[in-house]
Structures are given as structure tokens and as C-alpha cells.
């Protein structure tokens, strides 16, 4: 695609997005969209996503996020009212980007945007190829202490503590509404997570419940209309996908979190990753991205980037100061909580992203059938409670995991072996 293709998109919204900015009184300087110059924002890849830079103006730069005609992998931005609302909370509690100006119009045929402040972003994916070509680890160091890990875990620990709940029951009644399998999930519950309002609101992401004998008995005939709307749900539409009463199975087995500050109901971002934060001027970590944000247990926020120990430490000190209690985590503090987080990666990105987002990890589960994924969780689960009941097993476990720098490594199927002992498994 052609420089011009990739921002003409961009181009044709500058003159709606400069009238927006005037009127929140920002970018009075420039007069005209001659004045602006068009780019993409650093490496992302995402078409919707671009960044607007005055000419010959000291003014600052723009990110504008649009409704884009293009997709990427199936999946195009919806701007939603309800994106705007949360990102203006997040924005005035010092945690997301400054929001500047928006236009929400469905009757207007021009796409809808939203314009915030730009930072300098965590993830470069020209780094990232750079750094792997050297033969060394880029996200060993991105998700570090000292990388993005650092500033997310501090960030995470602000968002679950400056944000309340209370937002979240209109949400929940209308997620109830379309799936009604999650009627009875408590609100700390990890599957809050999957049900994104992108997903949930795109016609092939239909109610998810339906009644079981029903459901049941088209699959068992073979098919069927209700059967393929069960499959399409969650944009899963693969041939094996889980119909709910599989997920309900799955979501009595898999362990939940435990501890104060693992499994206490907190408002979470839902996709925290290094593409995800910024660093502003102010050098300070700020939120972007927040089609996502939702409430969830405060581990699950740490799923993609907490598997390193000093971490989750990072994570838990801050939590605790902002608790003003004047406690400080122990070692055995730390430990606890590391290991729901490695708990919690294992449940929502191998477990739940499978059964429940068509896409994810095809490579080598994608024709793993859910009996064989439901055995694992039983599996899984058991590991789990002997862990928790064992301390000293817990840290030998996880610390050899971490030694041999393959932390993901601590439940694969020869610890399993080791720790429950060998069983046959159904294929």
C-alpha cells in the first residue's frame, strides 16, 4: 500500500479534527490542514490509528484514532460513546492520555474520531526485530523491572486504585443481555475480560446462552442453526468452538484467584501489554487503547506481563502504598502473589483466549478439541492446589521455571507429571 493509501483516510478527517480541537481551544495557532502533516503513529500497525504534526507551529502533535473503512485481521474500530465516557474518566484521574476533542455523530457520513495527547510509545516494533535478530530476548527486557514491565505494574496498581466499580453495573446488565451465560459470573470474574464491547457488538458475536437442551441437542444431530450461532459467538468459528456448556464447565474448574490483593474486584484495562502505554512529557506511564477496559480481579491486569517475579513485586509494593496502610510486602508476600499472576496468565491466555477468541495460538491449539482442553484444565487446576498447599514446592517450581529464563515452563506437562504423577489422558 502506497504512503498516500495508508493516510488518505487520515487526510480527509484533518479539516473535522482541527474545527474539533478549535472549539476545546487547542491548536489555535494552525489555521489550516495545509499546515498539518499526516503520519502513522510510530509502528502500529492498525490502520485507524494516526498521528497529526503542525508544520511550522510549536504546537504539540496529535494521535487520532478513526473509524477506518480498512480492517486488519477481521476487525475494524467501532468508536463508542461509551469508549469516550471511559477514556475521559481515565484521562482526569492522571491514568490515560489526555483526551483533546472527539465527534460521536452516526447520522454524519464521516467516521467518528477521538484526538489525544501522543507519548513517547513503550513498544517498537522496529526494536523489537532489531533486538530478536541479535539473537537476544526483546520482551525479556521489555516486560522487566527496569522495561515497560516497571511502569505497567505501577500503572495497573493506580488504575485499581483511583477507579471504583460502580460504573460497571450498566455495562454488566447489557453484557448479561447479549450473553446470558454470565449472569451468574461475579464481577471479579476473568471472563468480564473477554466479553469486549468491539467483540460483543459485532453481528456475528450473538447471544451466547442459548437454552441447553436446545443447543445440546443440534449439536448432537450434527449441527444446525443453533449450534452455528453458538459457534459464531465470541468470533469463534471453528468447528470444535465451545458451545456454553463448555464454558460453564470450564469456568467451575479453572482455579479463581486468591488473596487480598490478587483477587479483590478492581476496574482493569483488559489488554495491558507495552503497545499499550505511553510515556508522556512529564515522563509519566499513561493508558491508551481503552476499548477494552472493564472489571475484572486485579491479577488478571497482570496476565501478559507480570511472569517475572520483580515485577509483581513492583506491582504489589505500589499497591500497598496506595493503601496508605504503612505495610510493606514480605518476601513470602511476594511470592503468594507471583504466583496467582502466573495463575492467572495460564487461565486467560491459554485457556480462555482459546476457547473463547478465534485466532488466538492456532499454531498449536487451534484443532485441540475441548475435551483435550478441558482434561489440561482439570490437570491444571489440581497443579494448582497442590501449589497453593505447598509452599516450598510452589517456589522450587516456579524459581527453576525462572532460572532457566522459561517462566511460562512452570505448568507444562512434565511439572504436571512430577507433581501430581503420571495419568493417562483421553485423546
Not at 69 to 82: M, T
Request: charged share 30%.
Amino acid at each position: 500500500m502506497s504512503t498516500e493509501d495508508e493516510h488518505s483516510e487520515l487526510r480527509s478527517l484533518i479539516p473535522h479534527v482541527l474545527q474539533a480541537l478549535h472549539a476545546n481551544n487547542h491548536w489555535k495557532s494552525v489555521k489550516s490542514a495545509e499546515e498539518i502533516w499526516c503520519e502513522k503513529f510510530t509502528t502500529d500497525p492498525r490502520p485507524w490509528v494516526g498521528l497529526l504534526r503542525p508544520v511550522n507551529s510549536a504546537e504539540f502533535p496529535v494521535a487520532v484514532k478513526f473509524e477506518s473503512n480498512i480492517s486488519v485481521h477481521g476487525r475494524s474500530l467501532k468508536l463508542r460513546r461509551s469508549t469516550i465516557d471511559m477514556h475521559q474518566m481515565l484521562s482526569d484521574a492522571g491514568l490515560a492520555t489526555t483526551l483533546l476533542a472527539y465527534s460521536l455523530d452516526d447520522e454524519c457520513p464521516l467516521p467518528n474520531f477521538s484526538v489525544e495527547t501522543v507519548g513517547v510509545a513503550c513498544f517498537d516494533l522496529a526494536e523489537c526485530t532489531a533486538v530478536e535478530n541479535r539473537g537476544e530476548h526483546y520482551w525479556a527486557f521489555a516486560n522487566s523491572v527496569d522495561g515497560a514491565g516497571g511502569h505497567m505494574a505501577k500503572l495497573a496498581a493506580k488504575l485499581h486504585k483511583r477507579m471504583d466499580v460502580q460504573w460497571f453495573a450498566k455495562f454488566r446488565g447489557e453484557i448479561c443481555q447479549c450473553c446470558p451465560l454470565m449472569k451468574d459470573e461475579a464481577d471479579n470474574s476473568p471472563m468480564w475480560v473477554m466479553m469486549r464491547a468491539d467483540h460483543l457488538a459485532e453481528e456475528r458475536a450473538v447471544r451466547l446462552a442459548k437454552h441447553c437442551d436446545k443447543v445440546a441437542g443440534s449439536e448432537s444431530s450434527g449441527g444446525g442453526k443453533d449450534s452455528e450461532v453458538s459457534r459464531k459467538t465470541f468470533n469463534k468459528t471453528y468447528e470444535h468452538a465451545p458451545i456454553d456448556e463448555d464454558l460453564k464447565r470450564f469456568l467451575a474448574i479453572l482455579p479463581k484467584p486468591i488473596g487480598q490483593y490478587a483477587s479483590r474486584t478492581v476496574t482493569v484495562h483488559g489488554d495491558l501489554w507495552a503497545s499499550n502505554v505511553v510515556v508522556d512529557t512529564a515522563n509519566q506511564a499513561r493508558l491508551i487503547d481503552l476499548e477494552g477496559v472493564t472489571v475484572s480481579c486485579a491479577v488478571t491486569e497482570l496476565a501478559q506481563f507480570g511472569h517475572q517475579r520483580a515485577v509483581s513485586k513492583a506491582y504489589l509494593q505500589e499497591a500497598m502504598d496506595l493503601d496508605d496502610s504503612g505495610s510493606v510486602p514480605t518476601e513470602e508476600d511476594i511470592d503468594k502473589f507471583w504466583l496467582e499472576v502466573l495463575i492467572a496468565a495460564h487461565v486467560q491466555c491459554d485457556i480462555l483466549r482459546r476457547l473463547c477468541w478465534h485466532g488466538c495460538h492456532e499454531d498449536d491449539w487451534g484443532e485441540t478439541s475441548v475435551s483435550k482442553l478441558l482434561a489440561h484444565a482439570e490437570r491444571f487446576s489440581a497443579l494448582v492446589d497442590n501449589l497453593r498447599k505447598d509452599s516450598e514446592l510452589a517456589m522450587r517450581v516456579l524459581r527453576k521455571a525462572a532460572d532457566e529464563g522459561a517462566e511460562d515452563d512452570w505448568c507444562k506437562d512434565e511439572v504436571m507429571d512430577e507433581v501430581l504423577g503420571k495419568s493417562s489422558q483421553e485423546d
